[in-house]
């Protein structure tokens, strides 16, 4: 398995950024095959964090080829705002280490708007909660046919009439909505000012992988949110608009499937959610307050607070399951230390039936009781540990019986923020 998928497999927020960066070491190439600038991961290198939404984890590394996919959806001026934000920092993102798909769609001013003023208007209880930076519309856009992509920028001729058809959809909504029209200049001019920026990195994505998965590279697919979010598989309508399993690791790239190789599952020893849904096993007690305190628990994008609670193994198992999971890293256990008892979601009880899924029925997911299993917690640290040997005894039996809960093995273990603090059971790129 020469390649290696990681996606998250609760609600996001798992700590994808660390175990990718980790991972990417190993890697030649690292692809964002889904999500947008609504993603955030948060990079912790010899004490400096850099602080990614768009870009691939593998930009912060000298010599690994990054691509971002054509299933992303892509601002053209969030990209140049993030990419001067990170070479401040002293990290270089030139052409020759950055290519973006040539199909993806653009995220445009106009999908922002719509995106805050439906969040805005919508009433009580109806909320997504989304980040409002134009995600769903953009994508609606693209199933719709009439996305201007970014393969567009390198033909300003033909910018007028794909804007004109994009328009003829987003007028009407907007009077709709009681917002004035957009004019066809604007969003031309919104686009040919960044264009210049954007063309130097244009490829065919599909290609590129082709060749380099030819030549022996290995490739590491980072997912952005988790499985938990995924349009279809996810708490609809609590959730973000593309695909998040792995499966859309091949369709969001252009490489075959057969090419994935090692699915890796990022999963917190606790859970967490950002924005509004279903959450059967939060706590919001003192116990919710001590894991999003001692986590650090806030959106890397929005900064908003992460609602917390136990590690739901029912919604892990699913995950495994829907994604093809090889292997987990287990983030974040430090969190749990010093915990008198632990407690673990092993089972849901609906209308008085027990049963072991997440039911597909927003009426159904709010009507479920969570199953508890408690555990003695441990008084000794965790924090740091880099093997099995450093564990306390009862946070390695935590480990094992949530390996047997979600039927997936722990592949690696992670106990703090920096990179070198992680327990390594198997190398995912491990052929």
């Known amino acids: 398995m020469g390649n290696v998928v990681v996606v998250g497999s609760q609600w996001g927020d798992e700590g994808k950024g660390k175990i990718v960066d980790w991972l990417s070491e190993r890697a030649d190439v690292v692809v964002r095959f889904q999500g947008g600038h609504n993603a955030g991961h948060t990079l912790v290198i010899d004490g400096v964090s850099y602080k990614l939404s768009l870009l691939p984890s593998g930009v912060v590394r000298s010599g690994k080829l990054s691509v971002i996919g054509n299933g992303v959806v892509f601002d053209p001026h969030a990209f140049v705002a993030e990419r001067k934000r990170l070479e401040a920092q002293g990290v270089s993102i030139s052409p020759a280490s950055l290519r973006i798909a040539d199909n993806a769609s653009l995220i445009l001013s ?3 708007e719509l995106d805050a003023t439906r969040e805005n208007n919508a009433g009580t209880g109806t909320k997504i909660g989304t980040t409002g930076r134009g995600i ?4 609606e856009d693209k199933v719709g046919r009439r996305a201007i992509r970014v393969m567009d920028l390198a033909h300003p001729e033909s910018l007028p009439e794909r804007i004109e058809r994009l328009l003829a959809h987003h007028n009407p909504l907007r009077r709709g909505l009681g917002q004035p029209e957009i004019d066809a200049a604007t969003i031309l001019e919104e686009l040919t000012s960044v264009a210049h920026e954007i063309t130097p990195f244009i490829d065919r994505v599909w290609r590129l992988l082709d060749q380099r998965r030819k030549a ?9 949110q988790g499985t938990l979010l995924d349009i279809d598989h996810g708490t609809y309508p609590f959730v973000t608009s593309s695909n998040t399993v792995a499966g859309q690791a091949a369709a969001g790239s252009g490489l075959g499937p057969s090419s994935l190789g090692f699915v890796l599952g990022i999963t917190k020893a606790y859970t967490t959610r950002v924005g509004e849904g279903p959450f059967p096993s939060e706590q919001d007690n003192e116990v919710g307050r001590f894991l999003g305190e001692k986590g650090r628990e806030f959106g890397t994008v929005t900064g908003r607070k992460r609602r917390c609670g136990w590690f739901d193994a029912v919604l892990v198992r699913q995950a495994v399951a829907l994604n093809g999971i090889h292997g987990l890293a287990l983030t974040k256990l430090d969190v749990l230390d010093g915990l008198d008892e632990i407690k673990i979601v092993v089972g849901y009880r609906l209308d008085g039936t027990v049963i072991d899924y997440l ?17 003695e917690g441990w008084k000794d640290t965790t924090a740091g540990a880099r093997r099995w040997n450093d564990l306390p005894a009862q946070a390695v039996k935590y480990v ?27 190398d995912p790129f491990q052929d």
């Open 110 to 112: 106009l999908h922002r």
């Open 359 to 375: 039911p597909a029925s927003l009426a159904e997911q709010r009507r479920i009781e969570p199953i508890y299993e408690t555990l």
């Open 136 to 139: 769903g519309p953009a994508y």
């Open 216 to 224: 022996g590279d290995r490739i590491l697919f980072e997912g952005a």
């Open 400 to 426: 094992r019986h949530i390996e047997e809960l979600v039927e997936a093995p722990v592949t690696l273990l992670s106990t703090s923020p920096e990179r070198d603090d992680t327990i390594l059971v198997r």
